[in-house]
């Protein structure tokens, strides 16, 4: 599927799921490359301007054409990228700036490979400097 396909898609997506008036949403891309997995999550600013959680409850057809997002950019030469940060706005305008980010690779890597979680948060904190509060 085309990129401008799926970014229609996404943002139509975006706009179902809020069900109140909105002003922008952030949508947050990961891909894993060793499962050709994409995971994401978001905001969004509500009428007010208060900071919501995007629900990314997308309908299956649009989670399972995010990896397209990646393969497309790979297929047509432009740098690797593992992580897309899309902003869209409640008309429907959307900007996309695509990214590497080593430590989804290394997180991908790790469990690749078999590592625990356990083991991940410790090297996520020796490497990255810091570890996700656990309740």
Not at 19 to 29: G, H, V
Request: proline letters at 4%; a negative charge.
């Amino acid at each position: 599927m085309k990129t401008e396909t799926i970014f229609d898609l996404l943002t139509t997506a975006v706009n179902e799921v809020i069900t109140e008036p909105w002003t922008i949403a952030e949508l947050n891309i990961r891909y894993l490359a060793s499962t050709n997995d994409a995971e994401c999550d978001g905001t969004y600013l509500d009428a007010s301007g208060d900071v919501q959680v995007l629900s990314t409850e997308f309908p299956d057809e649009v989670i399972d054409v995010l990896p397209e997002l990646f393969t497309n950019r790979a297929s047509e030469g432009n740098p690797p990228a593992n992580s897309i940060q899309m902003t869209v706005s409640a008309q429907g305008r959307f900007a996309v700036d695509y990214e590497w980010d080593q430590e989804i690779q290394d997180e991908d890597d790790h469990f690749t490979k078999g590592g625990t979680v356990k083991d991940w948060l410790q090297i996520r904190k020796d490497k990255y400097g810091y570890s996700p509060e656990v309740d």
